[in-house]
């Protein structure tokens, strides 16, 4: 087996997540053989950093040997159970665990099988608890502008991103949407926490107005991903749940990308010191192992639901693997690797390595914009440094980013004009730096040569 012949069977029979197919007349697909800890090997012995953590979910590694070793044990053991009237010990660890880490006032777990069904759950759940109380008027969301909580119909219905969402608009319910606080968009003079109050006067008028027929708010706290990693002041959470509280709409915070130290605390509603109604984990819940998602609510939600006779009152909602015990010993594999680091130092080294790192980029007449939480950083590619004028699209820069940083062993995966880092955590202080180096020479690259794209193509998250 080399690259070439399994690239050759690859395209005869598959098809790709969120890639148009006819790219790879041109783009290689990476095949990949093994990989081990950052490292990723392909057929032919060339080894590339994982610098996104295999779309932001695998935070321990590849193949890391603890986690391997879990999921071994528990495969001998039971691999799957029905988890209705049935039950588990890793599952009810699992919960427990979880339970004690996040904000206090969660108090149960409900678990499905990818981040888009938690986000499911977590609208269902919402609008579900306000029918049980009489409150059918509720029966609407509100997301910010750029947000993304996944593709399936409900979850699309508050992402707005409209290459994901515009063709299937006549299938989607229409919600609320407010301008984010992304401080990238701040004039300049006007701090991020600055901005980010002025932004909640919307968010507070739309809920003063409409919160009779309003369920839930969805956020991505802290940071938004999908969108090209845009951040913000965590004083907007703190705003938006005590707005939530006085005009009794629920909070949902998808924690799906930021949970798990990505943003130097464990959950990212820590740093607004705030407890949401639902929080959607998935992505970095197993370390990037198995597919698994919870909701964590309260029990205020649940004891909405608890009836002594009316099966309609319940919550009726099913996925065939809902809490499966191998995903969820990978889970207790990666929360275990957590407690031997409680206080996330090695988050925090990363934090400090990236922020220095990133530092000489500043002076870059290409990038613009570079920010920063936690093991996440961002900076967006200009074409005009002074007014942070974007490149065109369609020149594809990003695209090239990928391609020169590939060539160099690293794998960079940009947004558009967004190149982001989202390192594993056992990545070494050397490997981080380097893997900066290289997307700067990448960047170079990119810029400084004339546009190669074709005029139809855009880069993916
Ligand atoms: C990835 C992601 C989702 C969707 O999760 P999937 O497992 O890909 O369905 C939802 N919300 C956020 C913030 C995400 O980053």
Redesign the pocket.
């Known amino acids: 087996m080399n690259n070439h012949s399994l690239m050759q069977r690859d395209l005869a029979v598959l098809w790709h997540p969120c890639t148009q197919m006819h790219d790879h007349e041109q783009i290689p697909i990476v095949p990949i053989a093994k990989a081990s800890g950052v490292w990723l090997t392909d057929f032919d012995g060339k080894r590339y950093v994982d610098a996104i953590s295999s779309?932001?979910v695998n935070i321990w590694g590849h193949a890391n040997p603890h986690i391997n070793n879990a999921i071994k044990e528990q495969l001998d053991t039971l691999e799957h159970l029905i988890l209705a009237g049935f039950s588990h010990e890793p599952i009810v660890t699992l919960s427990e665990k979880l339970l004690a880490l996040a904000p206090k006032g969660l108090a149960r777990c409900f678990y499905a099988d990818?981040?888009?069904?938690?986000?499911e759950v977590a609208l269902k759940m919402s609008m579900h608890f306000w029918h049980n109380k009489g409150e059918t008027a509720k029966t609407r969301f509100v997301s910010l502008s750029g947000?993304?909580?996944?593709?399936?119909l409900g979850?699309l219905s508050v992402t707005d991103i409209p290459l994901f969402s515009q063709t299937y608009a006549s299938l989607l319910t229409q919600q609320y949407r407010v301008p984010s606080p992304d401080w990238t968009q701040a004039p300049d003079g006007v701090t991020p926490e600055a901005f980010a109050r002025q932004q909640f006067l919307t968010m507070e008028s739309l809920l003063a107005e409409k919160h009779d027929e309003i369920c839930a708010v969805i956020v991505?706290p802290l940071i938004?991903?999908?969108a090209g990693m845009k951040m913000y002041h965590p004083v907007y959470l703190q705003l938006l749940r005590a707005a939530c509280d006085k005009y009794g709409v629920h909070l949902i915070a998808?924690?799906?990308?930021?949970g798990f130290a990505r943003t130097g605390t464990f959950f990212a509603c820590e740093q607004a010191n705030i407890c949401p109604d639902f929080l959607?984990l998935?992505?970095a819940l197993t370390a990037g192992y198995l597919?698994m998602?919870v909701v964590l609510t309260t029990d205020t939600i649940y004891q909405g639901f608890y009836h002594p006779y009316a099966t309609f009152k319940g919550f009726l909602h099913s996925h065939s693997f809902t809490g499966n015990p191998l995903a969820a010993r990978a889970a207790l594999a990666s929360l275990e690797l957590f407690a031997l680091d409680p206080q996330l130092q090695r988050q925090q080294q990363i934090n400090a390595v990236l922020t220095q790192a990133l530092q000489p980029l500043q002076q870059h007449s290409h990038i613009a914009n570079i920010r920063q939480t936690g093991t996440i950083a961002a900076f967006d590619l200009v074409q005009d440094k002074a007014s942070k004028t974007p490149f065109d699209w369609r020149e594809r820069r990003g695209l090239q980013v990928f391609q020169s940083a590939l060539a160099k062993g690293v794998l960079l995966r940009p947004i558009g004009n967004t190149v982001y880092f989202m390192p594993p955590y056992v990545i070494t202080d050397d490997e981080l730096r380097w893997v900066v180096e290289v997307a700067a020479e990448a960047v170079d690259e990119a810029t400084y040569a004339p546009a190669s794209g074709s005029d139809v193509g855009v880069s993916l998250p």
Not at 254 to 258: L, R, S, Y
Request: glycine share 10%; aromatic share 10%; charged share 15%.
């Open positions: 779309w932001w990818n981040g888009s069904a938690a986000i947000s993304y909580h996944g593709e399936t979850a991505e938004q991903g999908a998808d924690e799906i990308a930021v959607c998935s992505k597919p998602s």
